[in-house]
Nanobody, 118 residues
Framework: QVQLVESGGGLVQPGGSLRLSCAAS????????MGWYRQAPGKQRELVAD???????NYADDVKDRFTISRDNAKNTVYLQMNSLKPEDTAVYYC????????????WGQGTQVTVSS
């Protein structure tokens, strides 16, 4: 199994920044993709960004110019730098890991709350 532990969520004003971290441990399989999803109450969980072991990234259109995903393979850690935050970014953010050729994550983190409000 893989364990994912997230940190870095909190309350921030519109226009502010947060940096989320997710540390993976356990039987981490090669050829993986780590990503961040978010879910607001009453809404579907949606992909925000992901990154594979080689550093190739994908972003949702509404965050591409504001968020940056990165990873440190030596530390088995993925990060999400969130800048210019908007109220609509408010959600629980979940770290995930999936196998390269799978569509759905195999494991999820516990989630961390991000609230953007004045």
């Amino acid at each position: 199994q893989v364990q994912l532990v997230e940190s870095g969520g909190g309350l921030v004003q519109p226009g502010g920044s947060l940096r989320l971290s997710c540390a993976a441990s356990g039987s981490i399989f090669a050829g993986n993709v780590m990503g961040w999803y978010r879910q607001a109450p009453g809404k579907q969980r949606e992909l925000v960004a992901d990154i594979n072991s080689g550093g190739s990234t994908n972003y949702a259109d509404d965050v591409k110019d504001r968020f940056t995903i990165s990873r440190d393979n030596a530390k088995n850690t993925v990060y999400l730098q969130m800048n210019s935050l908007k109220p609509e970014d408010t959600a629980v953010y979940y770290c995930s890991i999936r196998r390269r050729y799978s569509t759905l994550p195999a494991y999820w983190g516990q989630g961390t709350q991000v609230t953007v409000s004045s």
